[in-house]
């Protein structure tokens, strides 16, 4: 069985930096394509950033210049480094991992005070 676990969530200022950290256990021989999802409330699950195995990434427009995507593969996790954080940043973030199919995290709460 597989699964995610992030971590790193909490309450920041505006202004401020969050490290979040996303680490896929289990039966795993290959982790492919891992991604850091968020939903506002209300609002519908958004991609925040991607990164194949191989270190290709991917950004959405609102987050370009201040977040940062990064994987470590020998330990199977992946990382999202906000910075410039902005009340629009709150939300529950999400991991996902592409292995033999698509695994999601359970989430985890950035909540960003201005």
């Known amino acids: 069985q597989v699964q995610l676990v992030e971590s790193g969530g909490g309450l920041v200022q505006a202004g401020g930096s969050l490290r979040l950290s996303c680490a896929a256990s289990?039966?795993?021989?290959?982790?492919?394509?891992m991604s850091w999802f968020r939903q506002a409330p209300g609002k519908q699950r958004e991609l925040v950033a991607s990164i194949t195995r191989g270190g290709s990434t991917n950004y959405a427009d609102a987050v370009k210049g201040r977040f940062t995507i990064s994987r470590d593969n020998a330990k199977n996790t992946v990382y999202l480094q906000m910075n410039s954080l902005s009340p629009e940043d709150t939300a529950v973030y999400y991991c996902?991992?592409?292995?033999?199919?698509?695994?999601w995290g359970q989430g985890t709460q950035v909540t960003v005070s201005s």
């Open positions: 289990g039966s795993i021989f290959s982790v492919n394509s």
């Open positions: 996902r991992a592409m292995i033999t199919k698509l695994y």
